[in-house]
């Protein structure tokens, strides 16, 4: 069971929006920032948003990332085929003096 | 550009012990926090350990606290995993990461009999 709690799976149709949530507590989203990742399968994690909201250079804004209190989101516009992966969230756990991250949302765009 | 390359993944014994490395090139890795996370096959990820720059620092999951023991050599870029007491449920993708930002491909460790 992971700390920070996602939807395991979602979908939408090409040129959509669509949202993905990331709910933690105080000791980690609440208190501290957020990181998403993108991961497709057989390769590694890539990030996607830092410190909540802000996008490393390279990534399009199409992928935004906000917080309130203890839960995160990250919105991506205009889907592709190409955004299908695994996302996650990922945040400082100050209680447990840990990194946590989430189960991982299964994007599907069909 | 900013790289980190891991090896010394493999094969080991149920208790045996392995030493993972990270070397990484375009960037003053002694500025940087490192960190490994690792991912069961078919699993999410898993945060394992981090280190601050100057090794000040450094803390564990509960999973493996104990039996691994993350350093760096700041004069080779190069992060280290020294992992012993190997459990089956330590069989992963490692993946060694600059905080938050940069990752490497990952080397794979299997703990089997």
């Known amino acids: 069971q992971s700390v920070l709690t996602q939807p395991p799976s979602l979908s939408a149709a090409p040129g959509q929006k669509v949202t993905i949530s990331c709910s933690g507590g105080?000791?980690?989203?609440?208190?501290?920032?957020v990181s998403w990742y993108l991961q497709v399968p057989g390769t590694a994690p890539k990030l996607l948003i830092y410190?909540?909201?802000k996008r490393p250079s390279g990534i399009p804004d199409r992928f935004s990332g906000s917080k309130s209190g203890t839960s995160a989101t990250l919105g991506i516009t205009g889907l592709q085929t190409g955004d299908e992966a695994d996302y996650y969230c990922g945040a400082w756990d100050s209680s447990l003096s840990a990194g946590v991250f989430g189960g991982g949302t299964k994007l599907t765009v069909l | 550009q900013v790289q980190l390359v891991e090896s010394g993944g493999g094969l080991v014994k149920p208790g045996g012990s392995l030493r993972l490395s990270c070397e990484a090139s375009?960037?003053?890795?002694?500025?940087?926090?490192m960190s490994w996370v690792r991912q069961a096959p078919g699993k999410g990820l898993e945060w394992v350990s981090y280190i601050s720059s100057g090794s000040s620092f450094t803390d564990y999951a509960d999973s493996v606290k104990g039996r691994f023991t993350i350093s760096r050599d700041d004069a080779k870029n190069s992060l280290y995993l020294q992992m012993n007491s190997l459990r089956a449920e330590d069989t992963a993708v490692y993946y060694c990461?600059?905080?938050?930002?940069?990752w490497g491909k990952g080397t794979t460790v299997t703990v089997s009999s």
């Open positions: 375009g960037f003053t890795f002694s500025d940087y926090y």
């Open positions: 105080s000791s980690n989203i609440g208190n501290n920032y």
């Open positions: 990461a600059r905080v938050v930002d940069v």
């Open positions: 410190a909540n909201n």
